[in-house]
Nanobody
Framework: QVRLVESGGDLVQPGGSLRLSCAASVSGNIFSRFGMNWYRQAPEKQRELVATVTSGGGTNYAPSVKGRFTIARDNSKNTVYLQMNSLRQEDTAVYYC?????????WGEGTQVTVSS
């Protein structure tokens, strides 16, 4: 079983920045084998994939956040980060961390990001 705990969500003004963290409770070097993803879900909208970092370190982003968000992983800390810059009101959502390894998938409980003046 893998437990994911997100943190870093907050209220921020448009144009501001936040860094989300997701800590995984796994043993040894298992974390490094997971593909890690950040999803988000805004009110009355479907959950959408925001960013991915593979076990090999490759990254991919949704077009709406490309150039503004950066995903990174630190395998020594079993943690994945999402650096969010130039935030917009439309980035307001609950952000979820997801870990995936073959057919195994795990979710955190989410952290709220609100972008508002």
């Amino acid at each position: 079983q893998v437990r994911l705990v997100e943190s870093g969500g907050d209220l921020v003004q448009p144009g501001g920045s936040l860094r989300l963290s997701c800590a995984a409770s796994v043993s040894g070097n298992i974390f490094s084998r997971f593909g890690m993803n950040w999803y988000r879900q805004a009110p009355e909208k479907q959950r959408e994939l925001v960013a991915t970092v593979t076990s090999g370190g490759g990254t991919n982003y949704a077009p709406s956040v490309k150039g503004r968000f950066t995903i990174a992983r630190d395998n020594s800390k079993n943690t994945v980060y999402l650096q969010m810059n130039s935030l917009r009101q439309e980035d307001t959502a609950v952000y979820y961390c997801n870990a995936q390894f073959f057919t195994y998938t795990y979710w955190g409980e989410g952290t709220q990001v609100t972008v508002s003046s």
